[in-house]
C-alpha cells in the first residue's frame, strides 16, 4: 500500500456514512456488488463491478479522491487520483 498527498487532507474522523446502500442504485431499481465510502464526505456508491459504477461517477463529479470499502469485514482504501490502495 501506498500513502497519497490525499490521505492527509482527508477529514477526521471519517465521515459517517450518509446511507448504508447505494442510493442511486435505490433509485434506478438496480442491485449494488459491493458498496465504497467516500471519505470526504460518506457517500455509499456501488463498486466498478456494479452495473453503473456510482462510487466512481460520485469521484468523477466531485473531485472527493479517497474512498473505502463499504463490506463487512474489510478495511482497504483507495485514491482514484493516484490509482492505489492506501
Given amino acids: 500500500m501506498s ?12 465521515p459517517a456514512p450518509l446511507s448504508d446502500t447505494c442510493p442511486e442504485c435505490l433509485k434506478e431499481g438496480t442491485h449494488p456488488v459491493q458498496l465504497r465510502l467516500c471519505l470526504v464526505c460518506g457517500h455509499v456508491g456501488c463498486c466498478d463491478s456494479s452495473p453503473h459504477q456510482h462510487a466512481t461517477g460520485h469521484f468523477k463529479e466531485t473531485g472527493h479522491a479517497v474512498m473505502r470499502t463499504f463490506e463487512p469485514g474489510e478495511s482497504w482504501r483507495w485514491c482514484f487520483v493516484d490509482g492505489v490502495l492506501v
Avoid: Q
Fill in 3 to 14: 500513502e497519497c498527498p490525499h490521505v492527509a487532507e482527508l477529514p477526521r474522523p471519517e
